[in-house]
């Protein structure tokens, strides 16, 4: 069983519905963070979240330390949101230290 | 700079070729990481530099590969006799803090292709 498991592993959607990503890890943490990955390989960094939710824009992330779980959400998709969305977490107690990885969710958004 | 700049982007070699990967982290940065991304998984962590110093190398595959950051600043990766099994994305990550308490910014990745 891996560490840190995502679902779904692939997502299709209309333009304009409601996307919800899910994170679900097993090692002890204080945070985890959500990553965008567009074709061509750069990572960019959406959240850093320990408890509760944070948005930006149209992206909320939520977490559930005691259940092991996160969500990310998008409002209001677009095409330009098609990428690969990747959870990680650091393995340790701390929010620092390396990432261990979910396989991430390959989101395509149609017009 | 401003940002984690990885050359070169693209690279392929020929089967036992040595190749070297270069990762400039964002200036000042304490923490750096090597992962290493198959095609269509996760990133693996490969190493973790602090300033200058190697301090976790566990995720290194094997003694072909080596990493280096002798200034604490640019790092490179190096793979010597390069094999079919390392294509892959290399991504480079650097941090603030020793504790990446500010989180990370990534790099644009270096693809290799061995041939």
């Known amino acids: 069983k891996n560490e840190v498991e995502q679902s779904p592993q692939n997502l299709t959607a209309q333009e304009g519905e409601f996307i919800t990503i899910n994170c679900s890890y097993s090692?002890?943490?204080?945070?985890l963070h959500w990553l965008q990955q567009h074709p061509g390989g750069g990572i960019v960094s959406l959240f850093m979240?320990?408890?509760g939710k944070k948005k930006h824009g149209r992206l909320i992330a939520t977490i559930n330390i005691q259940e092991k779980h996160s969500s990310l959400h998008i409002t209001a998709s677009h095409p330009r949101d098609s990428a690969v969305y990747i959870c990680?977490?650091?393995?340790?107690?701390?929010?620092?230290?390396?990432?261990?990885f979910g396989e991430g969710t390959q989101l395509t958004v149609n017009p | 700079g401003a940002g984690v700049s990885q050359s070169p982007r693209y690279k392929v070699a020929k089967r036992g070729q040595d190749v070297a990967l270069r990762c400039d982290p964002i200036?000042?940065?304490?923490?750096l990481f090597w992962y290493q991304q198959a095609l269509g998984q996760g990133p693996e962590f490969l190493t973790y530099?602090?300033?200058?110093?190697?301090?976790?190398k566990s995720g290194l595959p094997s003694d072909r590969f080596f990493a280096e950051r002798p200034e604490g600043s640019v790092s490179t990766l190096k793979i010597q006799r390069t094999q079919q099994e390392d294509s892959a994305v290399y991504l480079c990550a650097s941090s603030l803090t020793r504790d990446n308490h500010y989180g990370y910014t990534f790099g644009s990745g270096t693809r290799l292709t061995v041939v």
């Open positions: 530099f602090q300033n200058e110093a190697q301090l976790d």
């Open positions: 200036s000042g940065h304490v923490s």
């Open positions: 090692v002890g943490i204080s945070a």
């Open positions: 979240l320990s408890s």
């Open positions: 990680a977490a650091p393995r340790g107690e701390t929010s620092g230290s390396r990432l261990t």
